[in-house]
């Protein structure tokens, strides 16, 4: 049986120590690491020198959202510098099964991401050549916002292909996730949880990935503790 993943997103971390702050939650399935180029998203986060960096520092897996323009472009060299998991936006780009070829083909998992207003129907098609779906649960931007409940609509209809054999991805969420949102997440049939500030807002960011591993854990039909 699977287990809820959780993604603590550095966003919310402290740039200057991000080697100790990947330490800092060992136990992660995935660290996330927002990209913001100041175009697609008006802020600016961090590229790939700092992703490089921090992939020679930690063993957890990268998750890499792009909130970037011109992903055909961009996207692949995360994938190439080692990058486990490299997700952009179906706004940000007309031909993003291509994008999605050149991720894989450069080595890493390829991941769709949607804002939370940009339906997804339009897209469900082309979900088989993806491994991660990611809704956004917030408008991409900034951290600390507060959870939009209306995109679970689309989790829950991606978890349906999932449970019926038609899709093989995971089902990611971003924006919002903490104590008070998590289960509802979970419900809808959310694999992957991104949490930045409800976990490196804490004093003790790994039991606060373990508490919302846990609480998916018990709100979802789909996953279980079990390791
Ligand atoms: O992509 C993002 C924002 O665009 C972040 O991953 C997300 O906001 C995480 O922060 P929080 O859990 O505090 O909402
Ligand atoms: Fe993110």
Redesign the pocket.
Known sequence: MATPMIAP?I??ADFARLAEEADAVAGADWL?V?V?DAHF?P?LTLGLPVVTSLLAATDIPLDC?L?IDDPGRWAPPYAEAGAHNVTFHAEATDDPRSVARDIRAAGAKAGLSVKPGTPIEPYLEILKDFDTLLV??????????S?IPEVLSKAKAVRRLVDSGELRLVVEI?????ADTVEAAAEAGVDCF????????TSDPAEAVRALRASAAKASPHLSLSR
């Not at 971003?174 to 903490?178: E, Q």
């Not at 991104?194 to 807002?201: D, L, P």
Request: hydrophobic content about 40%; proline content about 3%; aromatic content about 8%.
């Open positions: 997103s966003l919310s996330h927002d913001m998203v802020n959202h909130m956004m649960s917030v408008e991409p931007g900034f951290g600390g916002q959870f971003d924006g919002g996730i903490n991104v949490a930045g500030s409800a976990v490196y807002g």
